[in-house]
């Protein structure tokens, strides 16, 4: 599994990767976790506010940090 975590490097940003990294090791789950910091790269993705989730090249979550429910439901 590839996550990619779009944002500028804002506190919500690295929550979002903390919370993304907690909830991997809870599970279990082996995956690979990027940040991607460029704004043309975020754009690109379609992304309009950060932070955003991309799990392996799609988009599932953009704006806020996401619940814990939600990543454990990616991860599931």
């Given at each position: 599994?590839?996550?990619?975590?779009?944002g500028t490097g804002c506190a919500n940003c690295r929550n979002t990767i903390a919370l993304i990294e907690q909830v991997a090791?809870?599970?279990g789950v082996k995956l690979t976790?990027?940040?991607v910091e460029a704004l043309p790269?975020?754009?690109g993705y379609g992304v309009m506010?950060?932070?955003g989730v991309v799990?392996?090249?799609k988009?599932?979550?953009a704006g806020g940090v996401p619940s814990r429910d939600k990543v454990e439901s990616w991860l599931a």
């Open positions: 599994m590839d996550i990619k975590v779009l090791k809870a599970k976790l990027s940040k790269d975020i754009v506010s950060t932070p799990i392996d090249g988009v599932v979550h």
